[in-house]
């Protein structure tokens, strides 16, 4: 998480000098701006790559190092996939292979179990009114007639009458594996034997992948076939695709449908209300901006939906395709929508042309400049406080307690939302790089945002977020990425506004310059990509060896075999043995 | 190499059916069509890459498969790169290292071993018109003056210097090590895990790939570093754009400036020829395409010596390079020039603006149907013809010996140039794929082609080609994308002619063909290239355990250590020591 502090002050240091020279004419700025951008974005993906190998040698052993996901196991008559699994790897890892644990079908155990966990819950706060009064239901018709009977001992032989059930059909998983299995070896380099090289000659069978963490696995897609998931990922990149373009549509049905005279036919008790100036100022001014934003609010649920239906195992996975997601759809519907400012079919019209594209945006992106100050202002700003604040959850949680009356939820610490927040910093990134030179008036307020968001997010991961799960700078070549975009986007608008400007000698003179800088990310991605997919042999083989020294390795190794137990096959038990242990509630921690 | 002869067959095959239902209507024509392709596609796919486990499960243990070729070693303070190799290897591969050898800087040795060879001919023609006359020559100023020499003395003198320098730069070659070397396992697995785990921390040192076969190997272009290669590649890429995109500029101006007037004013002696009426329409009708087959006929080995610039260490992956690279020109060049007919920067210009390439082609592609029949016939149907002739290569060697004289060159059995060969059949397919529908009458040529094709290529492979490598189906991912991407300029034409035709209806539903066509070459992409790309797990233990049981594997090992050594750096033997052997000129076999 640490580098998306350094991204902060990255664009902190790189901003302030462009404003010192942005006065002294355009070709040194823009060389300068290009240089120190380029220069920054090598030096931080040196050190973060740096320090994902740092972190990697100061790790403990952690079962996801040791272990590999394996999916498309091949079926065979007569045996079980366990059975399977353990003679392949037997057969070919004879020196490596230590356990496997193959993932069954759990979700209508995952259904029982929510509904044992919801009863509970409600007899934690019987139990806790219980001190005050009885509790009696008839147990007839409507509960109107029949003998009355006490509701504790309703529900406690309701709650007994589930974990029979629970239990019951943990034993009859045997017959429902799923063609997946977590694989562990007995060191960091059998590991990644097993990882990097295609195990089975059919390439869409024992197909791998590392694991995740274990407390960061999301279970329930584990039983999609290999063509199945593929199918799915294309259907889910159609269905972010349709909803990225598609996305003004309803919004702008919606505002124009929700405008002073439709609000006053409607709801005409309003009539007395709206005639005022001043309420009637804030309904034009406000509602459309606000209906915008109730749309926008549902966007990062959607885009975590669509990626948790195309099949990826763990929850730092689907947040990292989300972060991608949103990210296209911000700079889509927020930067080009507002440029352009035309309907969507317009829109994709406009980049079907890519040789009028340097024009269509020198003639738009200048005219918005005031717009996107104050976007800075209103949403960079505000979401920075509200962050601080957390407003939201706190009134979330406070509607939610008053509604459900819960007791018996404990309180989580919440984990930061990266998939939200990366591509709204990552978005005014790309309005600093590209209104730079076009109105250096929106440096300045965006200096205040990086320096208010340095601040304001080191204090949220030091004492409010606890993480989920590790990212180890897996979301660099996100921010990577998208530096290199913005660096594109520069480069053609200054193209098309050179052009304008009947300057065609710098016009031709900036062409080589997204050349350049494709050719920089192609370095960049050869230099360093490498090194945030998979760790090399040096650090494997030296961390295994420091392993060997280590005293609690036995005991390690006898936790791994269990590591990776679906959380729904865990034994059950209940409160009603002893009403003391008020937090320990339905599932024993493996 | 056995690839080839299918893909013919394949087109043969698919070819034939559609040509009996070309008449019942586009829309089924079409589908069966695609169907066809693809399932073909599919076929051969799954065909070829089961062959080439076939053949790598009967092949016997051979050196390439027991070693990598590591590139990018780091340079450390007083170690030779062999000793930095050695504690690398051993530290980290300590069960499976077997052996290594360093790459060393031989173009000077090669040069003077050049020059030695080329004396050391001259002295056994010498030697054999040693029997009819004596030789002698003065070693005086030109030969006039002085004392008569021996020439036979005076050449062998010189060439016992050429051996003692040699021998001198050979001692002194530890000195000049390349930063390169061959490192060899006890077994594929090992190589395996060496080839696919990154091995440094800094991927662009320690860079590991696959070693060619020991004959296979190029070795001019060891020396060069990971960011010169990458600079040379991206160079050879340029190279190769610019002389595809502006190939057809210095022949049009040639074409024009070789037109009968001029020929009258430069050559006035023909005068009398040229008036003949025969003469001049051979001329008129030939010149031109004489000229364009001239320059054509240089464009083979300009790609050839491309592809070498790039920095392949193996003739295989040179020619697999030169002939993705020939397959483009040929296509640019002979396809869309011809079609499209104008010059090279309107030819751009027309991919610039992609929503208007399918009317575009599809004005202009029905129009050359006829010029593309002449072409299967005088261009496909001779070359083939030339092929079984060989009247060519017949030619030039005459020629050489004749200009020469040289009796010490051994006869070499030819290799088949896959890099031209290829890409010429690749573009009869796209014309067929194109055409079928367009103008049908080009399928009975073709079908004839492909037939032709089969029997003289298979007497070819069979009885004169003798293969330099073993390909193993590499090629056969150049031949799928080619299909891939006729099929796609076929779904767009149609949808162009459907357009003019103003059957909007027909359009539209062409256009989800080439996404399908695309899908389908995803789904190939992911399900058959992993296979082409390297042998899986699997089959390699396998393989591995059969050799455990092999009564030779000792003496292969012991064999495998020198197998990568530089034939430069093989001892040298001289004739003189007796003249008995004809055959073993300079260089020992190891």
Redesign the interface.
């Known amino acids: 998480m640490i580098f998306m502090i350094y991204q902060r002050s990255l664009w902190t240091l790189s901003v302030s000098p462009m404003l010192t020279t942005v006065q002294t004419g355009y070709g040194f700025t823009f060389l300068l701006h290009i240089f120190l951008q380029e220069l920054s974005a090598i030096f931080f993906i040196v050190y973060i790559s740096s320090k994902r190998?740092a972190c990697f040698y100061l790790s403990k052993p952690q079962p996801h190092q040791f272990t590999i996901l394996v999916r498309g196991i091949p079926s065979s008559y007569g045996r079980s996939f366990s059975e399977i699994v353990e003679s392949f790897f037997t057969?070919?890892h004879p020196s490596t292979y230590l356990s496997h644990s193959v993932i069954h079908q759990t979700s209508k155990i995952r259904g029982l179990i929510n509904d044992a966990d919801k009863l509970y819950r409600r007899l934690a706060h019987i139990k806790s009114e219980n001190r005050t009064k009885q509790n009696f239901k008839r147990d007839g018709f409507l509960g109107l007639f029949g003998r009355k009977v006490n509701l504790l001992d309703h529900y406690e032989k309701k709650l007994e009458d589930m974990e029979d059930n629970v239990r019951m059909e943990q034993n009859s998983m045997a017959e429902k594996e799923v063609a997946a299995a977590f694989v562990s070896f007995n060191s960091r380099f059998g590991a990644?034997?097993?990882l990097?090289?295609?195990?089975?000659?059919n390439?869409?069978e024992w197909v791998v992948e590392q694991a995740p963490e274990p407390q960061d696995v999301h279970w329930p897609f584990f039983c999609a076939s290999f063509?199945r998931r593929?199918i799915y990922e294309?259907v889910a990149a159609v269905a972010t695709v349709a909803l990225t373009i598609m996305f003004l549509i309803p919004v702008v049905i919606v505002q124009g449908l929700a405008n002073l005279n439709q609000l006053e036919t409607w709801f005409p008790f309003l009539k007395g209300i709206l005639s005022l100036t001043v309420v009637s100022q804030l309904i034009t001014g406000y509602l459309p901006s606000l209906i915008l934003h109730l749309f926008l609010f549902f966007v990062p649920p959607i885009m975590i939906w669509f990626s948790s239906m195309q099949g990826y195992v763990s929850l730092s996975q689907i947040e990292k395709s989300a972060c991608t997601k949103l990210l296209y759809f911000t700079i889509w519907n927020i930067f080009f929508a507002n440029v352009l400012s035309g309907s969507a079919f317009y829109l994709v019209n406009v980049f079907?042309?890519?040789?009028n594209i340097p024009r269509v945006l020198a003639e738009a992106v200048p005219a918005q400049a005031s717009f996107f100050i104050s976007y800075v202002v209103t949403s960079g700003w505000t979401s920075l406080s509200s962050e601080l604040a957390r407003l939201f959850p706190l009134l979330c949680s406070f509607i939610k307690k008053l509604c459900a009356r819960r007791d018996g939820d404990k309180f989580e610490v919440p984990a930061i939302p990266y998939y939200s927040e990366i591509p709204s910093v990552l978005f005014f990134v790309l309005l600093g790089v590209t209104y730079f030179f076009l109105s250096p008036l929106i440096l300045p307020f965006l200096l205040i945002y990086f320096c208010l968001g340095y601040i304001i997010f080191r204090n949220q991961l030091l004492n409010v977020y606890a993480p989920k799960y590790e990212t180890g700078g897996n979301f660099w070549p996100v921010v990577h990425n998208s530096t290199i975009f913005s660096l594109i986007l520069m480069h053609v608008i200054a193209i098309g506004i050179f052009g304008l400007k009947k300057l065609p000698l710098a016009s031709s003179l900036t062409i080589p310059l997204p050349v350049l800088t494709l050719?920089f990310n192609e370095?960049c991605r050869?230099?360093?990509l490498?090194?945030f997919k998979?760790?090399?042999?040096?650090?494997?083989?030296k961390k295994d060896r420091e392993d060997q020294n280590e005293p609690n390795m036995r005991e390690f190794y006898d936790n791994l075999v269990t590591a990776y137990r679906d959380p729904a096959l865990m034994p059950v038990w209940y409160a009603r043995n002893g009403d003391t242990h008020n937090s320990p509630l339905l599932h024993s921690e493996p």
């Open positions: 190998i057969e070919y990644a034997i097993a990097h090289i295609q195990q089975g000659v390439p869409t063509i593929w294309l079907l042309e890519p040789k050719l370095y050869k230099r360093f490498p090194m998979a760790y090399p042999t040096e650090c494997l083989i």
